[in-house]
């Protein structure tokens, strides 16, 4: 399997809507490609980790590039992996990261995240500052 992070810039004029549209589709999707993982807002930018099968989630990192929500899309970490830091979820995803420590905590699955990408994420968090309500 493999996992995959990146980052991009999202639109500015993103409103909660859109990321109700983004979570609905990805969930679809990834539960029918087989793939799980966590998307992030902080406010400015996106980070997702997505992981499963390779052709799958390269697929899908394509059609995420595609996509006018958002841009400058790069990837932070690629690697293979034997079990899944999400696994359970399409898509996890919580729009309020105000007490992150805990979230986080949640996010990683009961302890099971990988420290790197624990940290990863928290400085991904941190760099939003306290995350905005979607317009």
Known sequence: ML???YV???DPLLSTTDIDAILVAARRNNARDELSG???YNGHNFMQLLEGPAESVDTCLATIAGDA???GMVEIRRRQIEVREFAGWSMLYDRNFGEYD????RLAVNGRIDPQ???MLRNF???GGRPPTCR
């Open 117 to 119: 990408d624990e940290q």
């Open 38 to 40: 966590a998307l992030i």
């Open 8 to 10: 991009s810039v999202a």
């Open 69 to 71: 929500r958002h841009s």
């Open 125 to 127: 968090i941190a760099l």
């Open 102 to 105: 805990a979230n986080l905590a």
């Open 3 to 5: 996992s995959v992070i």
